[in-house]
């Protein structure tokens, strides 16, 4: 919060890694539309953040892990903007569910040509969008693919499914109610 009130001041904060910015005088609805935007994002961060404890021994913590997907990076895709990522988030599912689909057939039919094209696809859409882990599970299918190496191609989907599955849970809150029928495992 700021008393300068100028774009420029504005730009200049968001571009000194600043997640938002609201200027004086503050007025209830301007409130109200952060907490909206960013609200979300933060009680994902707090949940996320919580250890998973070890089921192999009582009382044992896990490392924490990367989350699989970078929401401070899809919310700026969405430009910050809830109804455009719920948007995102829809069409996201629904995208890489067919492409999954698309690579099962493709790794079944030993066609590598296919494989490595639809790997790339997924891998770019999915490093725009910020999922950290599944991205480079596909540029591995990728690369083998391209190599003519097709032996790891399955046991590569396998964990891209496995990937893609919790990044489904992860962002189920965000999908918008028309696309949440699309939340299913890749068929």
């Known amino acids: 919060m700021t008393a ?6 504005r730009d200049r904060c968001l571009a000194a890694g600043m997640d938002d910015y609201l200027a004086k005088p503050i007025r209830p609805e301007d409130i109200r539309q952060v907490v909206e935007r960013w609200g979300p994002v933060v009680q994902f961060a707090i949940s996320s953040a919580t250890p998973a404890v070890s089921a192999d021994a009582p009382g044992n ?13 899809l919310l700026e895709f ?3 903007d809830m ?7 829809s069409l996201y599912v629904q995208q890489t569910t067919q492409q999954l689909n698309q690579l099962r057939a493709a790794v079944a039919a030993g066609h590598a040509a296919e494989v ?4 790339h696809s997924c891998a770019g ?3 725009t969008c910020g999922m950290r882990r599944i991205t480079p599970l596909l540029r591995q299918m990728e690369a083998r693919a391209e190599a003519g190496e097709l032996a790891e191609l399955p046991r590569l989907l396998a964990e891209a499914e496995e990937e893609f599955r919790r990044i489904q849970l992860e962002l189920q809150p965000f999908l918008s109610s028309e ?7 890749p068929a």
């Open 4 to 9: 300068s009130a100028m774009q420029s001041d």
């Open 61 to 73: 913590v896990d490392p924490p892990v990367e989350p699989a997907v970078d929401m401070k990076r």
């Open 78 to 80: 969405a430009e910050g």
């Open 83 to 89: 109804g455009n990522l719920r948007e995102l988030v």
């Open 116 to 119: 490595r094209r639809v790997a």
């Open 125 to 127: 859409a999915s490093a």
């Open 179 to 185: 696309g949440s029928s699309s939340l299913g495992s």
